[in-house]
């Protein structure tokens, strides 16, 4: 059993996807962690039928799910590797991952950045932004950590140096999200935490954890690119953000369902976001008046 990491994966309901996550990570015999916040399926029978020690965390959100992850289980590796159910290891990246040992990795690097691929009714997304998105998915146990301060896009933060694996190809498509019922109701969802968010920064009650910087890593361009969208005027930005990405970074070459997905994500979503944002500034105002 490899020394060198361990496997983390949070779970709810996964049974559409699970299986396929954990047969392309079983090869690497690496101990293996799910944390559960109560799947009503077979999600836990298939995590425990490879191996899996299976602990149970009420949801809240995800960094917060996260951090719990990081802080409880009895990790004895020095790195993890913190996946989602829907994702994936390619070949390439079982590869890597298959030669990795802490002893080859130079002292200062503390996190690695894999190249997610993402998939929307079984085709791959290639424009809009989507053809190489780089995400901190593996660092070094006790010194990563989960950005608490965000209710939804979860992100990990380490100190000191990270690298990026761009052949290391982490394969994302949620299974679920076939049914188009299913996206909708899920982002719906995540629109009221990000609508809450957004609020919470308005009244200074959130910072941004990460130093927002055009040129830096992946996780600090997105943090400069969210601190100029946070200030742009409600019902525009949408308009601007699915042009942006529909148009400037082609978008609309990505097939018939992945222009659904590039309107329903970069338009349909951000503006719910916005009429969710108004209605509660409002409703605060009113109560205040009260």
């Known amino acids: 059993m490899s020394t ?31 944390v559960d916040s109560g799947s009503t399926d077979n999600t836990c029978e298939i995590a425990q039928s490879f191996g899996a020690t299976v602990a149970f965390n009420p949801f809240e959100n995800h960094p917060k799910q996260w951090h719990f992850a990081l802080n409880h289980l009895p990790i004895q590796t020095p790195w993890v590797i913190c996946l989602d159910a829907d994702q994936e290891l390619l070949p390439s990246l079982f590869d890597k991952l298959s030669r990795f040992s802490d002893e080859s990795m130079p002292p200062q690097v503390n996190g690695i950045y894999f ?22 998915k ?18 990990f933060i380490v100190p000191g140096k990270t690298i990026a694996w761009k052949d290391g190809i982490l394969k994302e498509e949620n299974q679920k999200e076939n049914e188009i019922s299913f996206w ?11 609508a809450q968010e957004e609020i919470e920064r308005l009244q200074q009650l959130r910072q941004q954890s990460i130093r927002p910087r055009l040129f830096g890593n992946s996780d600090e361009r997105i943090a400069f690119l969210k601190k100029a969208w946070w200030k742009m005027p409600l019902y525009v930005r949408p308009f601007l ?3 942006y990405r529909f148009v400037f970074q082609l978008g609309i070459l990505d097939g018939k369902d992945g222009r659904a997905f590039h309107f329903l994500h970069a338009f349909w979503f951000r503006l719910l976001v916005d009429i969710k944002i108004e209605e509660r500034l409002a409703k605060h105002k009113s109560d205040i008046k009260h």
């Open 115 to 136: 190249n997610r691929h993402n998939y929307f009714k079984g085709k791959r997304l290639k424009y809009g932004g989507y053809r190489n998105k780089y995400l901190l």
């Open 4 to 34: 060198s990491f361990s496997i983390i994966v949070l779970t709810y309901n996964e049974s559409a996807n699970l299986e396929r996550l954990l047969r392309s990570v079983q090869g690497l015999m690496a101990p293996l962690y799910l």
């Open 241 to 243: 953000y699915f042009t």
């Open 184 to 194: 909708i109701a899920k982002h719906n969802r995540y629109s009221d935490l990000v």
């Open 138 to 155: 593996m660092f070094r146990h006790g010194i990563g950590f989960s950005d608490l301060g965000e209710n939804m896009d979860h992100r």
